[in-house]
């Protein structure tokens, strides 16, 4: 027996049930039509480039809103109508191969030569000094600040019958002196004190410039007793032909050992020359190697108390040797018989004329001048 309206609800369920599977069915369907739509529009090698092929009318194309303050990027983008594709780099590749323009060489500007000074130019700009080698060649040497630089005023010296003297502020301060070996030939001493000498220095000895023995000059011994005996001052020369540091001591030693007797107040002089028309041990040395035997020498004899000058002339002095290691530590005794020294440092002694006849002195000699009074350092 059926209740009262359990009929009607049995007819109206059906439909009911195939009416809501329709509505999935159709969402399901919508579903993956929107999904394979947004896969699509997302997969860049599958998406038609409608811009390229139809281009949108400037009426249709797209607004584009800008917040206040941001006018600078609005007129950029109305100028320029940017799209994304207009950024697109990749088309700098064709066949996997970038494409790189190649840089063009500039042309470097050609340098300028630089001006070689004239021997005028050199000559005058008081920078430079001229240089005369052993072979009669020539070279401008620029003067080193490191060395202390001639300061005597030569307008206040004086010569008087081949004697000079310095004065400054009207009072002589100088000291006459004359060069002595073996071959002056007999000395009167007393006669040169005499006549204003003031000092000798005496040839001590000299290294063979072939054998390379050490000698002692003959007229050694019998002149500084001499002098010494008549009230002059003494300093020694020693002539020499080292080789090297070890023979330079070597000649120290020798003329040291020589002194022991005696009491000298002037310098001890390192004299290394090249010899006139013929060879010499010292020939192969270098401008290092000389000062080095130079140097060698003069610090024995400072280590002894006694004090240590360089000899030579402007040649020898800054051609045949390094300048700034041996001048600005050692006095100079400067050879120069030209009437203004072209030397530009500074000198202790200056032989000045050569080939003097000197009273008291049977061959011609030389005069010395001393800036310095020894027997007072």
Known sequence: MRLPGEDEERGTGTPVIYMILAVSVFIVIILAVVFISNHESNNPRR?????????????????????????????????????????????MYQDNTLIIEEAQPTESPTPTPSHEPTVEELAADGMHTQVTYRDGTTKWVEISKKIPLFTYDLTNLKITNGKMEYFVDGEKNSWLG??????????????????????????????????????????????????QGAGLEVGVTFFSQALDVKEAAEEAEFVIQTLAPYKVSYPIAFDMEYIANDKARIDILN??????????????????????????????????????????????????????PDYPYQFKMWKYAVNQDIPGIENKSSYIISFVDYTRK
């Open 178 to 227: 004359v060069d002595l070996s073996k071959s002056s030939g007999n000395v009167d001493f007393e006669a040169l004190h005499s006549n204003g000498v003031d000092f000798v220095m005496l040839r001590l000895g000299s290294r063979g410039y072939e054998t390379g023995l050490l000698t002692l000059d003959e007229s050694f011994e019998n002149n500084i007793a001499k002098a």
């Open 47 to 91: 998406r038609p480039n409608v811009a390229a092929a139809t281009p949108t009318p400037e009426s249709e194309q797209e607004t584009v809103e800008f917040a206040e303050g941001q006018k600078d990027i609005e007129q950029l983008y109305k100028e320029n109508k940017l799209r994304a594709e207009d950024l697109d780099f990749w088309n």
């Open 287 to 340: 401008e290092e190697q000389k000062t080095q035997a130079a140097e060698a020498f003069l610090r024995a004899v400072e280590s002894e108390g006694y004090r240590g000058i360089l000899y030579g002339n402007k040649s020898w002095l800054l051609g045949e040797l390094v300048p700034d290691k041996l001048l600005k530590d050692y006095d100079v005794w400067l050879f120069d018989a030209s009437p203004v």
